[in-house]
Nanobody
Framework: QVQLVESGGGLVQAGGSLRVSCAAS????????VGWFRQAPGKEREFVAA????????DYAEAVKGRFTISRDNAKNTVNLQMNSLKPEDTAVYYC?????????????????WGKGTLVNVSS
């Protein structure tokens, strides 16, 4: 059974940092690209960051470029999203998702597996 479990969310002040992680099980992790998405209250889900199977290729939404960094450890089946200089508009539930294949995937519907999310709340 494939599972993606997010962790690391919480409450942080604006300007602060937080790292959310995604732990995968039940799949050959290095065969999957991984993406982070988020959904703020009352808004549509949006792409945040993506990483290819090797970790060599990454992509970011314009809103988080220069502030967020995605990384992965295939030996530990984990993907991390380091979030710096957080803003109140970063408040959302953050989801990780995995897509079979080696290239970058930035679309929710193109993913094969999804986590249940972790809440990040940035106070002003």
């Amino acid at each position: 059974q494939v599972q993606l479990v997010e962790s690391g969310g919480g409450l942080v002040q604006a300007g602060g940092s937080l790292r959310v992680s995604c732990a995968a099980s039940g799949l050959t992790f290095f065969s999957y690209a991984v993406g982070w998405f988020r959904q703020a209250p009352g808004k549509e889900r949006e792409f945040v960051a993506a990483i290819a199977w090797s970790g060599g290729n990454t992509d970011y939404a314009e809103a988080v470029k220069g502030r967020f960094t995605i990384s992965r450890d295939n030996a530990k089946n984990t993907v991390n999203l380091q979030m710096n200089s957080l803003k109140p508009e970063d408040t959302a539930v953050y989801y990780c998702a995995a897509a079979v294949g080696h290239g970058l995937v930035t679309t929710w519907d193109a993913m094969n597996y999804w986590g249940k999310g972790t809440l990040v709340n940035v106070s002003s």
